[in-house]
């Protein structure tokens, strides 16, 4: 993977046009602008998306802009890993047909020079989520996912925009509290000790920081509600995390 490399996650693009989401999509292309300048890779954390679901009858509206951006990406041959993540799993081919993505459905795992890093969306791993990891092994079933994609993407679309909680943290703090925080230290500890892991990467929880673990990393990746973040493995093999709307 070529370097630098940036990596995004819980974005979370609204299925709907306001000023704020405009802006958000703003500061995306910014980004993107600077990333085909500079070369090297992309990585999606999960969650890029409030909602996807690639219904039979299409995919969901007021993406198309983004997706647009993401295909000139491509064509620029910048490297696009996705981790798909819980509000964006259920993709059947389009993202890589569209934009090239090299899609993760589960972790993903991948060296630079002697580094071995991991990016993990993150979700369900607190000890207290076992209600969602029930969830998730039920809505991410084979059969329930063929019935969802037989919906209308309309009301597919309607039902998630109705569910979804994302505008409710738009200026709010996310903080988590301390024994979760320490919780999710603990199992990037145990990557780091057991796989020989160098850098734990984790979306989700909207947390951010970069953490020295015994000469290791453990690094929250923020998020594009509030924070607008983004984390830089840059040429010279440094860490780097920063808010794209504040100077750097």
């Known amino acids: 993977m070529k370097l630098p490399i940036y990596i995004i996650s819980d974005n979370h693009f609204l299925l709907e046009k306001n000023s704020n989401e405009e802006n958000r ?20 954390g999960g969650d890029f998306f409030d909602f996807w679901v690639q219904f039979y009858s299409g995919i969901p509206k007021y993406y198309q802009n983004i997706l647009d951006e993401l295909e000139k990406l491509h064509k620029q041959n910048i490297e696009i890993n996705y981790v798909l993540g819980n509000h964006d799993y259920w993709d059947f081919g389009f993202f890589k047909k569209k934009f090239g993505a090299i899609l993760h459905k589960k972790d993903f795992y991948f060296k630079v020079d002697k580094q071995k890093i991991m990016v993990t969306h993150g979700d369900g791993l607190l000890k207290n989520d076992y209600m969602y990891r029930i969830m998730r092994v039920i809505i991410r079933n084979h059969l329930f996912m063929f019935f969802i994609r037989l919906l209308p993407k309309s ?42 892991i160098n850098a734990v990467l984790m ?15 453990f690094i929250h990746l923020g998020d594009w509600i509030n924070n607008r973040t983004v984390t830089i493995l840059d040429e010279n093999h440094k860490w780097i995390q920063y808010n794209m709307e504040k100077p750097q």
């Open 203 to 217: 979306g989700h929880y909207h947390q951010l920081g970069i953490e020295n673990i015994e000469d290791n990393y």
């Open 155 to 196: 009301m597919g679309c309607y039902i998630a925009k109705y569910i979804s909680n994302t505008k409710k943290k738009i200026g709010r703090s996310q903080d988590l509290p301390a024994e979760y925080k320490n919780e999710l230290r603990d199992f990037a500890l145990q990557k780091i000790k057991k796989e020989n």
């Open 25 to 44: 999509r703003k500061i995306l292309f910014d980004l993107f602008s600077k990333i085909k300048q500079t070369g090297g890779s992309l990585i999606i």
